[in-house]
């Protein structure tokens, strides 16, 4: 893959040393820097266009005391803790060790593509760049801001890949430029607001409406937090990954791993260990494929909603009336729920009650009794929407392959506007593309497909998991995209599967329509910023 360097001066140089384990690769550790420190970082990073080494040094550095540092190499290993580890590690073979060890990573220069690769894992935390947030008009090296593969770039696809990508960037810019104007003729400031929560309301409307012009090639930054045994599953599954992008980057960061918890990746490369591993998940991979290709290669998909509820218990609620009931008891789990059926429906509502309590805000949640029954959504929503959705790793969620099969909408504010014409040329164009490098690249294919492209994928939770996705997805601020993804899972738990105690339970679902999505967001973020000061 072609990455660019990022370019800093000599003293610049010396002050990011102790603290990145390179300072011009696109992944790199951070050390030797307080937890909060890093963890700001990160939270920084997702709606910044800087790089996070650029972020360090123009709004970090000047709070931090560094003088004793400036002799520190981030790259050096510290010998004695490798040795220890891997006496523990290796000769006792105890896996756990390896959940004791963390490691801040940032990943930079990944496609939308390899994001969803890398944020796959349960066990890890992620921020990631934001289309929502952050204006992709801009360039990085002179280009603009998307993936060039080299296989690609070196076959005859190579000039009309490049060629195709600048016109949906140059598209999308001009559109921005446009919905700018437009959100600020459409949406006047208010009085009471400031510049700066009108400036940042409007530019995410801006942003929200045309994100779905850029393709899956466009390049995003991630940041992970993850433990050595995380990390290590990370890699397995990269390295077994069918996409070109997938493999060369776990590369990169076995590499920079290995400057910071070598001891806990020695198995991933090794043939007969981690080798072993990634062969036998691409192996089943492939041969699942082929199986499932053999079964339904002449079915076409049928035309269904855009969220379907297509599995759930409907003893649901009984089952965790009695989960709720069965640690505050000595009786067997088959008796309490015998007992639960036969309840009145003030006793049933009084138990759920005492159990939810009085929710003062959305991050008051039931314990795991909610956990004791679960749905199954299948889902058809445009690839920005699938972005923000898939970053619930606590359920079950798979996807299919993205391709401008299942169509896409024009959003309303962009019909608006007047930018439709652009916004369907920009499709058009994204899907010819696609179709012209589906035979020879049928995984880098995807590169080319415009985030406006619906995706059909599944999403599989408990109550408990359903109370959180649907509560913090139909916020005001949501994408609109995502929030009738939401919005529509709420409803159908309550009249399709008949759960409606536990949708009532879920008291901070909201299903209003908001116009400017990002504002009460911003003015309170601004009533937070102003009492701190």
């Known amino acids: 893959m072609q990455y660019v360097a990022e370019h800093f001066t000599s003293d610049e140089q010396d002050i990011l040393r102790p603290y990145f384990t390179n300072i011009d690769g696109p992944v790199f550790a951070l050390v030797n820097l307080p937890e909060v420190v890093k963890g700001a970082l990160f939270a920084r990073y997702s709606r910044s266009d800087k790089t996070l080494r650029r972020l360090f040094l123009d709004e970090f550095v000047g709070t931090l005391d560094i003088t004793g540092d400036l002799t520190i190499d981030a790259s050096v290993g510290l010998k004695r803790a490798e040795e220890l580890y891997d006496r523990i590690f290796l000769e006792y073979g105890d896996d756990s060790v390896a959940q004791l060890g963390g490691v801040h990573l940032a990943c930079e220069q990944a496609s939308n593509l390899l994001t969803k690769v890398l944020e796959w894992g349960r066990l890890m935390a992620y921020l990631e760049q934001s289309t929502r947030y952050i204006a992709y008009d801009s360039r ?18 190579g000039v009309r890949y490049i060629g195709e990508l ?20 459409r949406y006047p400031k208010e009085p009471g607001d400031s510049d700066f929560v009108y400036k940042q309301t409007i530019k995410a409307k801006a942003c929200d409406a045309v994100r779905g012009m850029l393709p899956a090639a466009t390049l995003s930054n991630v940041g992970i937090y993850g433990t050595g045994q995380g990390y290590e599953q990370l890699l397995l599954r990269m390295r077994a990954h069918p996409l070109p992008e997938s493999r060369q980057y776990a590369d990169l960061i076995l590499h920079e791993l290995r400057k910071v918890v070598p001891s ?56 965790v009336l009695a989960a709720i009931c069965y640690p505050k008891t000595s009786l067997p789990e088959d008796q309490i729920l015998a007992r639960v059926r036969r309840l009145a429906t003030d006793e049933r509502a009084s138990l759920l009650a005492a159990y939810v309590g009085e929710r003062t805000n959305r991050r008051h949640k039931p314990g795991r009794a909610f956990e004791r029954t679960d749905y199954r959504f299948d889902v058809l929503a445009d690839y920005g929407a699938f972005r923000d959705l898939q970053r619930h790793r606590m359920l079950t969620i798979e996807w299919q392959p993205l391709t401008p099969k299942h169509g896409y909408e024009v959003p309303d504010s962009v019909a608006e ?28 294919a995807s590169y080319a497909v415009s985030l406006a492209y619906r995706l059909r994928f599944v999403m599989q939770m408990n109550a ?12 005001p601020q949501g994408h609109p995209a995502y929030r009738h993804v939401a919005q529509e899972m709420h409803r159908l738990i309550a009249e399709e599967a008949g759960h409606r105690a536990l949708a009532a339970a879920m008291s901070f679902a909201d299903h209003e329509v908001y116009e400017l999505e990002r504002l009460s967001s911003e003015r309170a973020a601004e009533s937070r910023r102003a009492a701190r000061s």
């Open 264 to 319: 806990f990746l020695t198995r991933v490369d090794r043939p007969e260990r981690g080798g072993a591993w990634s062969r036998h998940l691409e192996e089943t991979r492939d041969h699942t494929a082929a199986v499932v290709h053999r079964i339904f290669a002449d079915e076409e998909p049928e035309p269904r909603p855009g969220v379907v509820l297509t599995d759930f218990d409907p003893e649901g609620e009984d089952k």
């Open 464 to 475: 408990r998991e359903a109370m959180h996705l649907i509560e913090l997805r139909t916020t």
């Open 417 to 444: 506007a007047g930018e439709a014409p652009a916004f369907v040329q920009a499709m058009e164009r994204s899907a010819a593309l696609h179709g012209a490098m589906a035979f020879r690249f049928p995984e880098q």
């Open 140 to 157: 990085l090296g002179g280009r603009y801001r998307y993936l060039r593969p080299q296989e690609v770039l070196e076959s005859p696809l």
């Open 166 to 185: 600048d016109a949906l960037f140059a598209s999308y810019t001009d559109s921005l430029t446009r919905m700018l104007e437009w959100a600020r003729e």
